[in-house]
């Protein structure tokens, strides 16, 4: 049975994907090796490592415009770390927008550095929405945002227009869509959403922003020291890497972020408008806020879920169950899910409604 793979991640890549990625775990590039076991300094991982770094750039435009790329340890998590280490002066501050679970994490980081000012949050209302009335502070050293809440089923549809440096964690909608990429200064994501598997998170930051906080940075923290690095400070994750490359490339010759978002954008419309229609099912994101990426619901007689439930997995769906936070269900659309299995979904919703009535 084919399945259709809704998680939210690590989630769905595309297939030739993990062909290829395959392939290279038997005998990478004809060597006679296997991707798990070249040595990272090997001819060719630099030049995996090299593509991959370049392919993120120009895929999100950001070529030849005084940005590095960089793919690290630890998750976007120590990335919460990592930001105000780097970005926040002593005795400075910085701004944060509270939109969800991991805006909420990424705050409770920055303040081990210095003040950090929440200019607005959705926790009141279990994040369902985007706040936007705010004012940026002018003297803050970096406002942070979260561009889509994987939990809760929301997304930033505009940024704040701002002269202070600017930080968006886009773990779960990268390369998902087209944004003016320039207006952030540094750019975080985990890979095991759109480019590849858990392991490894790429950070893309424009390198006249750091080295002016005036605190001595740990190397292994150091952003300046990964860049003078070439992003090999200490051994990189090699396949994680290998299997991000190999999603962009596909990206790039699928037609890139503005090709992909077309198609993202009608998935997710083709979800929500049978989540508006039929009256088994309502959506927990406020409609204005809605992710294309991460489409949250619960079933409006909950004495239904045990049939539901069922038939979903009948029809081959995988992942679907909402996070405790939330609950009911979740359908997460990354980049490389089909079109026909949002349909799948769709169509056992449709059932559902049948059979009840």
């Keep these: 049975m084919t399945k259709h793979n809704f998680s939210a991640g690590p989630c769905i890549l595309p297939k030739e994907v993990f062909e290829k990625a395959a392939q290279a775990v038997l005998n990478f590039n004809y060597s006679g ?14 030049a995996v490592m090299e593509e991959a770094r370049a392919l993120a750039l120009e895929l999100l435009g950001l070529e030849n415009k ?31 927008l509270d939109t969800g679970t991991w805006a909420s994490g990424a705050i409770k980081e920055a303040k081990h550095f ?22 940026v502070p002018a003297d803050a050293d970096y406002l942070h945002c979260t561009s889509n809440n994987t939990i ?11 002269n202070i440096p600017m930080v968006c ?7 998902s869509r087209s944004i003016d990429f320039s207006q952030f200064d540094l750019i975080y994501a985990g890979a095991q959403k759109n480019m590849g598997p858990a392991g490894v998170t790429l950070v893309v930051v424009k390198e006249e922003i750091l080295g002016k906080t005036g605190r001595e940075i740990p190397n292994m923290l150091n952003f300046q020291q990964h860049i003078a690095k070439e992003s090999m400070y200490n051994t990189p994750p090699v396949f994680a890497i290998y299997t991000s490359l190999l999603t962009l490339q596909w990206l790039k010759a699928n037609g890139g972020i503005s090709a992909i978002e077309k198609i993202n954008e009608q998935k997710a419309q083709l979800l929500y408008t ?13 409609v204005e806020d809605r992710s294309n990426m991460n489409a949250t619901f619960v079933l409006t007689d909950e004495s239904l879920t045990e049939k539901f439930d069922a038939m979903w997995k009948a029809a081959g769906i995988s992942g679907l169950t909402g996070h405790r936070s939330v609950g009911g269900y979740r359908a997460s659309m990354y980049n490389a899910l089909p079109i ?13 409604e049948t059979s009840v009535q």
């Design 33 to 46: 090796l296997s991707i798990l076991e070249i040595s990272h300094r090997s001819k060719d991982f630099v």
């Design 66 to 96: 005084g940005y590095q790329a960089l793919f690290l340890h630890g998750g976007a998590s120590l990335e919460f770390l990592m930001v105000p280490y780097n970005l926040m002066k002593v005795d400075g501050k910085a701004a944060y």
């Design 114 to 135: 210095g003040e950090t000012l929440v200019l607005a949050s959705s926790k009141s209302e279990n994040y369902n929405f985007i706040p936007k009335d705010y004012i």
């Design 152 to 162: 809760f089923g929301t997304q930033m549809k505009s940024f704040p227009k701002t």
């Design 169 to 175: 964690d886009m773990s779960s909608d990268i390369f």
């Design 274 to 286: 049978e989540i508006d229609r039929n009256p088994l099912f309502k959506g927990t994101a406020v």
């Design 340 to 352: 026909e299995s949002v349909q799948v979904l769709v169509d056992v919703m449709q059932e559902l």
